[in-house]
């Protein structure tokens, strides 16, 4: 079974600051890994995928994010925030289960001070 | 290359209205997802079909949802009756493969 937690519902960064959103997960085989950000209104944007290649992955607008398989964890981090990162953040799992399912974390809101 | 398109954007109905939304995947992707997300939660899958046949509905309240992709292209969900808790955004997605999920905006329903 897979399952995908993310630690914080909410976190607040000042502008320019460095930005952490932590993510556990659950596989029973290697899996593949998404950061999804969602902005008021909108639909669901692909930040970055982990699909067993390198471990640290680059994505859109400076975030990245690093699998770490002995701490079963994939959190997403950027350097320094900007106040267009304020959006909910959700971490994905996904993997062959007869299909390709894709299992949500609850999302974690990321708030960013001026 | 086009997105995946959903209408409408909005829609507010009466509780025990019916109500439908409309999604058109990304070309060629034989895979396509009824989310449901409600304020403050992560998505929720409510069924996925692959070409024209379901592969999983098993979170689908089939006693008031139904959802159809007849040509294995565009697809329909459908509510009746609406209920107050089926408020929520209603996302559609399609995938190809083990690509990424992509995303439509959503319908915003409200249920008054």
């Known amino acids: 079974a897979q399952s995908v937690t993310q630690l914080d519902s909410h976190v607040s960064v000042s502008e320019g600051t460095p930005v952490l959103l932590r993510c556990n997960y659950s596989?029973?085989?290697?899996?593949?890994l998404f950061w999804y950000v969602q902005h008021p209104n909108k639909g669901l944007q692909l930040l970055l995928k982990y699909t067993s290649a390198a471990t640290l992955v680059k994505g859109i607008n400076g975030f990245e994010a690093e699998f770490k398989k002995s701490e079963t964890s994939f959190h997403l981090t950027k350097p320094s925030a900007h106040m267009s990162d304020a959006a909910e953040y959700f971490c994905v799992v996904s993997g062959m289960v007869g299909t390709y399912k894709y299992i949500f974390g609850t999302g974690t809101r990321l708030k960013v001070l001026a | 290359e086009a997105g995946v398109a959903q209408s409408p954007r909005y829609k507010i109905i009466e509780k025990r209205q019916s109500v439908a939304f409309w999604c058109n995947p990304i070309?060629?992707?034989?895979?396509l997802y009824w989310y449901q997300q409600i304020l403050g939660q992560g998505p929720k899958l409510l069924i996925q079909f692959q070409n024209n046949g379901v592969v999983d509905d098993s979170q689908l309240p089939k006693d008031r949802f139904s959802a159809e992709r007849l040509k294995g292209v565009d697809s329909t969900l459908k509510i009746q009756p609406a209920k107050l808790e089926d408020s929520a955004v209603y996302l559609c997605?399609?995938?190809?493969?083990?690509?990424?999920?992509?995303f439509g905006n959503g319908t915003r329903l409200t249920v008054t």
């Open positions: 596989s029973s085989y290697s899996p593949s």
């Open positions: 997605a399609s995938s190809f493969l083990s690509s990424p999920l992509h």
């Open positions: 070309s060629g992707h034989a895979t």
